[in-house]
Each structure stands twice: as C-alpha cells, then as structure tokens.
DNA sequence: CTTATAGAGTGAACGGTGTTCACAACTATA
DNA sequence: TATAGTTGTGAACACCGTTCACTCTATAAG
C-alpha cells in the first residue's frame, strides 16, 4: 500500500539526480555553462522532464544556493567556538568566509556575486540557519564587547557587516581574477580583515546601524 | 583626395554608434541582456556588419570597460589632490571608488565584478591612466606615511589594496542585492573604509606584499 | 565614359540556449 | 479489463553568438 510514497520517494530520487548532476557541471564549469541539456544529457531524461521536476533553471540554482549555504555554515561550524580567545572567534567565521570563496569558488558566485541569477535569496525563511549563524557569530562579538575588546556602545551587528565587507572585497576580486597578477589575495583578505579589525577596536564614529533580523527570542 | 580619411571617419563613426548602442542597452539592462541583434536593431544594421567592426561581442564590453574606467579616473580627480588634509586626500579616492559602483553599477558590474566577460582586462598596457592613479594615491599614501599618519615601514601599495577591498566588499553586496533588505550600503562602506583606515594607522603586521606594478621612472 | 576591383552590408544558416506543449506510454485504481 | 492519472518525449518556438557566400555600391584605372 505504500505506493504513493514509492512514487514520491522516486520522484525524489530523480530529483536529487538532477541537482547533483547540476552541481556536478556547475562545480566544474560555472554556472554559465551549465545548460538544460547538459544535465539532461548526464542524467538520460530528456530536457523537458527537468521541467516537471523544477519550474526553471534559476530554481535548480536556488536549490543549489541553499546547499552552498549548507556548506559554508557546516565549514564555519567545524572548529569550535569557545576554548579559544574571543579575537580568535570572531575572526575564524570571516576568515572562514573567505576560505569558503577560495575553496568552492563557484558555489560562492552563486551565492554572493553571480547577478545572472537574479535574488538567488527569495525566502530568507529557508535560510534560518544562516541566520542563527549570524547571531552566534554577534554573540560572540557582544561577549567582546562587554570584555572591553571593542569600545563600549559598539554595535555588534555592525562589526558583524564590517568584517563582512571587508572579508568580501578580496574574495570577489580573486574569485573575478580583478587583483594584479602577482597578488596574494589570501595575504590581502587576511590583512583587509586585521585592518578593519583594530580599526574597530580602536574606535570610530559607526554610521552602520544594520537592519536588526528580526529575533525571535523575545527580549534580550 | 581625402577619400580615405572620409571613410575611415565613416568607419569610426559606425563602430562609435555600436558602442553607443551597447552603452545604452547595457547600461539600462545589463549586460546579460544585451545582444548583438538588439545592438543591430539599433543602430538599423544587420547582425553580421558588427562582426566587421569589432571580432566580437566581448570586445565591444571590453571597450565600455575601457571607456569605464576613464569615467571612473575621471571622477576620482574630479575634486582637487592638495588642499585638504592628507586623510580626507587619501579618503577621497575610495569612497569614489565605491559612489562609482552606485551611480554606474552596470559599469561597475562590468569592470570588476562579471565574470562572463573572462578577463575583461587582457591588456593592462591600455589601462596606463588607471596606474598612473593608482601611482598618484600611492604616493599620497606615502607623504601621510611620511607624515606619520600610518606607522613608519608600511607600504603604500598595501595600503591601497587594503583600502580597496574595504571598499570593494560593500559595493560588490550591495550591487548584487546581498545585504539584508533595509541595511544602508553606503554607511557600511564608509565604516568598513573608516575601520581599515583607522586600523592601518593603529598598526598590525601586514603580511601583504602587492606585486608592485613596475615603476617606469627608475628608483624611487 | 566604361570597366574592374575592393569593401561594406546582407540573408541565411549553424549550433547552441531556456522553455512549452501536444501526445505517447506506462502505472495504479476501480 | 477498462479507466484515470502520471511521467517522459519529440518537436517546436523564440532567442542567442557567429560565420559565410553573396550582392551592391563607390572608388580607381583604363
């Protein structure tokens, strides 16, 4: 009697085949290059059944954003978070970011630079466990702040952005091949963050007040 | 006799109605959604007379790239080197930098951060006035350093590079619509400048060493 | 003034793209 | 066994960048 779940269960199974098979070519050529028929080729279906499976390419890629998510979450998470000294935990997640740029460079064009694929971002609802990250991440800078790390008063959802900015920069001018050939953009990234850093904990006027996401958490 | 001049100047003038055309349409849709035959439409040429004028798409972009980054140099000198005080002096160029990425975003889009245009720089021979700014805030950076607004030891090139990954980082998040919905990009590129800066002159240990570009004028 | 020539511009085509749709084929239910 | 419903397909549409054989025109030569 468990047919309807046996269909579903393949249709499930086909479905993944074609995001892996996408994920498969994108890793390896980019998103550009990535085609209907290509997948459909790999998966031997033909390029119309992709169609009852996703609306559009774009949403293939919206599923493959959210796994690149996944990933880049599960990466920062794999070091642990308190045994170390706070500066160290701040910058690990940044740093992290970065390394994320470099090491799965077509999963973060997806994600933060490709525009061909236009508000990868549609449902910040599915991507919650992004923003539990960013608020571990801000707790830790709160802890920092009320260590006296970073001057009193300091925002750390601004901090939070800030080190954002300045982790992105480099990465996206490595990832577009935008830096002078002989450059160490990892040098750079690590640098641009140390700078904006002891910037911050040497204090200055923020202007940055962030959109809070909204908490959930009632208070506090 | 003029002949030949007249037809050469005929010829110009078409290649420059291409690059009119493509300017307008890439500017109003981006470059995604320019194509050759729209370019045609426009300037009520067939499809294929274009390929007589530039070897290919791509090379039309890599001309507005140029023409791009002559508006860029341009309005980085649009205010005056001296006057002011050597931080604002030094400001100045980034923040330029980053309001260019907003006004011109297409262009901005196209210069630093498209990667389906591969290399969009093949020739940096061409792109002389841009080092030659490049060149001129190095040397600003180098009279603050003198000045011992930064650490004495810190290379001015570093600076430049930290400063526009500061800078860059912003501009590229909120180009490609990676900011939270209310979040203020221009206050986070000024506060993730204002951190670097303020960082730099706190002093860390730079571990970047840009590959200088090498200096036409011999020692110094 | 006529003819030959070089060059610009064209239409049609090639191979590619994302997407749609009528239809065939198979499966599960009655 | 007949019926309903789902799944996959082939063909097509409207685009894309690019190429090529061709025409036509304006110039130069005779």
Known sequence: MGVKERQEREREAVARSILDAARDLFVAEGYQHVSIRKIADRIEYSPAAIYS????KDDIFFALAEEGFRLLVESAQAAPDDDTDLLTAIRRPFLSLYR??????EYFALMFVDRSVPRIIRDWE???FVRDMKLRISQIIQKAIAAGIFPPETDPHAVFGILSGAVVGPGVMQLCSRLAPGDDADALARDTLEAAL?????????????SQCEDTSAGQ
Chains 1, 2 share one sequence.
């Open 53 to 56: 499976y996703f609306p559009s």
């Open 100 to 105: 994320f740029s470099r090491t799965h460079p």
């Open 126 to 128: 599915r991507f919650d």
């Open 198 to 210: 002891t910037g911050l904990r040497a204090g200055f006027p923020i202007t940055f007040r962030p």
